[in-house]
């Protein structure tokens, strides 16, 4: 019989700990976050397996795991404490849960991989304001409702192009179920290497104009094979400056 790998136990707990105080329990709300973060379904079969321990859970499954779930690097082998779920830290630190909150808070982690308004350019020219955000269920039922929590996404809009509907340095809410043009609205997206919050109209004939808000921004055509939507831009926060 194979010899179980090295901290493979842990693994599992910390895994089961991480869905329980994260999405509640559910799994298949682990599964969507994953898939959201990635763009590729996740396995189901898999997961069970590594829970329950009829899969290997090695090392190079346990990075590949934490960098699809956004753990920090090594979560997965350090065992839990009375606290919670704790991260690498510092020695002597208090230990703090990461889910403090508990289930009558929602956490929205960044849309990897898309952020930026106004002229656009590659992601890492955008530093976000938030690295996620956590706010009150109730709220999130009552201002997003029909979105799963799940699959909501933030990023920080960047630019004056969208200005009276996003502004420079607002955080925006993402659908991230949306991953194609399916009716006019405003979409988080990549076009020619950049990343934009825009509005997109179909023109007819496969093509797509991309609209700004600031009218000092002339509306561009492009096919719409050449846009990779990353979701529905569905609301934002502003912050006005006394």
Partial sequence: MPTEPANAAVRRSQLQAWIDEKFAGVQNAFLADIAARTGTPANQGELSGLLSGKKSFGEKKAR???GQ???PAGWLDRPATSGGLTGPRAAGAQNISIDETGQSYVRFPLLEGFAG???GDYVADYPEVVESLRVAREWVERKLPGVP???IRVITGRGD???GQYNDGDLIFIDTRVKAFDQDSAYCFRWEGRVLVK???FVGR???RILSKNADYPAIDAPIEDIQIGGRAIAAWTLREF
Avoid: D, F, H, N
């Fill in 149 to 151: 929590p799940e699959a």
């Fill in 161 to 163: 192009s969208m200005k």
């Fill in 64 to 66: 590949k795991l934490e």
């Fill in 117 to 119: 308004m106004g002229p």
């Fill in 206 to 208: 496969g093509m797509l």
């Fill in 69 to 71: 779930a956004g753990m």
């Fill in 199 to 201: 509005r997109l109209q």
